[in-house]
């Protein structure tokens, strides 16, 4: 089993939806937790940071972290043609070694 | 921008030739990281340094070894190349952003081993 679960999609939404990208995880230790977005072609682009549980917004985009269940969630609201690239969630017990998702691929039609 | 650069951008090399990849940081930061990406894989971890000659293994480290000789530069060399080495690498650096340690990462090497 892998220490992190994401659905690859691919996920093909309208302009303006509202988006939901989620991530589990085995660990119960992890408490430091991430998402990156990721242009083809390029590296991948710190988006949001969360310590232990709780939410966390920025502009468009919030992130969620329920660690009773060990999901973690990425809403963006709003969404844009601009938006449209591969999401990677990941997670750090010690905020040294973080395990990365596979990543979810997203489409926004304009 | 975390000021992270990699050389080269691209490689087209030869199974069995060795491989060197280099990251180079301007921020002084003291840890640095390797990963590959692949398909179906994510990012997986291959080596990381927690200072100058001080380095450890990831998830994924059979085939490569590091070298981290000055805090700006971290090494990642395929001793004897192999297809499946072939793969996007990634250099990244742990910077203290809002009370988190988060990674940043470089724009990657696009490595194909024939």
């Known amino acids: 089993q892998k220490e992190v679960e994401q659905d690859p999609g691919p996920l093909s939404v309208p302009e303006g939806a509202i988006v939901s990208l989620n991530c589990t995880y085995s660990?119960?230790?992890?408490?430091?937790f991430m998402w990156y977005r990721q242009y083809s072609r390029k590296g991948p682009e710190l988006l949001m940071y969360t310590y232990s549980s709780g939410n966390k917004e920025d502009g468009r985009f919030t992130a969620q972290v329920d660690k009773s269940s060990k999901y973690i969630s990425l809403f963006i609201r709003d969404s844009q043609p601009s938006d449209s690239a591969t999401y990677l969630c990941a997670m750090s017990e010690t905020g040294n070694q973080f395990y990365f998702g596979t990543g979810t691929s997203l489409t926004v039609i304009p | 921008d975390a000021g992270i650069t990699q050389s080269p951008r691209h490689k087209v090399t030869e199974t069995g030739t060795p491989v060197t990849l280099r990251c180079h940081q301007t921020?002084?930061?003291?840890?640095m990281y390797w990963y590959r990406q692949d398909p179906g894989h994510g990012l997986r971890l291959i080596h990381y340094?927690?200072?100058?000659?001080?380095?450890d293994k990831g998830e994924v480290s059979d085939g490569y070894s590091v070298s981290r000789s000055k805090t700006e530069d971290f090494l990642l060399t395929l001793e004897s190349a192999t297809s499946s080495q072939t793969s996007v690498y990634f250099c990244?650096?742990?910077?203290?952003?809002?009370?988190?340690?988060?990674?940043?990462f470089g724009p990657g090497t696009r490595l194909t081993v024939l």
């Open positions: 990244a650096i742990s910077k203290l952003a809002g009370g988190t340690d988060t990674q940043y």
């Open positions: 660990n119960s230790a992890f408490q430091y």
């Open positions: 340094s927690y200072g100058v000659k001080d380095t």
């Open positions: 921020e002084n930061h003291r840890y």
